[in-house]
């Protein structure tokens, strides 16, 4: 089997994996960071959004050895330690989620956004860009405020 | 996914040897279209060739009278270009309505074109605008180079390395998209090129993208909305699926014709 190097979260990984095993599987299962969620693995929902090489793209749609020397963040990734990212505290605190399934996606997809488009971001802007994010309990509203808040608090945090 | 084999390559032609090579292979350029296919096992192949290493594929290249695009460029960087929101802005906001953010970061121009697909918006971009498709072995008019469903007029081993696009007086895209896969249900590319009007369709037609000839000859005559509703349109050539029947399909190629029409004369104002 290839071997496929890649940092993960700032930690450098070397496991073997079959040619054909997507990011998200990789992540998932000979990492066991299962915070990346499979919803619809059509290209769709967006619950598997992760980072690579500072991009949030969807991981159900990139083959683990395309990854080869990149910098790939996962939702695990993105808090310091016990304290949480301003997205992921913004979400907590705008009620940005019900079951949940979606929200690492969410959260992925709302940190590429501020990184392209910047802090000050308006409701219009957000709802178009989370485009290729499906939440199937429909609780769009505080989604859109809460990365509207978490886009806001990252401007007082540059290292975010 | 059926499994297969994995390469990488850095340059065009070192995947055009190796596609040789290997006899049986796929390229693998930014994946958005590929791997949902080969997840379906609609695709299968024994080896996958990665391009993603190809840094002299990417980039935008802004001519006098032309624009030219490398075929690895991603649609977000299309999309957000400074450069070409004043050069060609249709199609910066072409690339721009592509998919989703997070398929724009990975999808690319290049691949979308060799693909082909009948819903894709690129087709309709080198199409409406006359382009000229850049491969490894020359050069190919857009009039000779999209064939039919998933169809190019790409040889054996043959790879996209760019387009190069002419700068018309005024262009407009227009598209109505399928809300689920943001595809075009019917996608109308209008543009005043220095050569003449073209009408591109995509979406819409049972064996892909295709110029509207009809139309462009009543929008010559009269640059109007209005002149569109003489214009006759085949609809026994167009889709019928359980998104949307032929005749409704027409019905959109005609409301996103004259939306792109307007769009233009708005602009000249």
Redesign the interface.
Known sequence: M?LVNMTVNGRPVAREV???T?LVLFLRETLRLTGTHVGC????C?AC?VHVNG????SC???A??C?DAEVVTIEGLSDGEALHPMQAAFREHHGLQCGYCTPGMIM?AV??VR?LGTDLDRDTIRD?L???ICRCTGYQNIVEAIRAGALAMADRPDA | ??????H?CASAEEAKALLAELGDGRL?AG??SL??M??LRFVMTGN?I?L?DCEELRGIDIGSGAVTIGAMTRH?DVA?SKELATALPVLAELAGGI?????R??GTMGGSIANNDPAADYPAACLGLGATILTTAGEIAADDFFLGVFETALAEGELVTGVRYPVPAAAAYMKFRHP???FALAGVFVARAMDGLRIAVTGAGSQGVFRWHEAEAALTADFAPEALDGAELDTSDLNSDIHADADYRGHLVRVMAARAVRKILAANR
């Not at chain 1, 693995?41 to 769709?44: A, N, R, V």
């Not at chain 2, 996914?1 to 994995?6: I, K």
């Not at chain 2, 998919?99 to 398929?103: N, Q, S």
């Open positions: 290839p079959e040619a054909n997507l693995d059509t290209t769709q967006g959004v991009r949030a793209v969807k749609t990139t083959l050895l395309s080869e997809s590429g956004m392209r860009e485009e290729g994010n | 996914m059926y499994p297969f084999d994995y990488r693998l994946g958005q791997l949902p080969m997840k996958v990665d993603r977000v957000s998919g989703d953010p997070l398929v970061a990975q689920a896969s943001r």
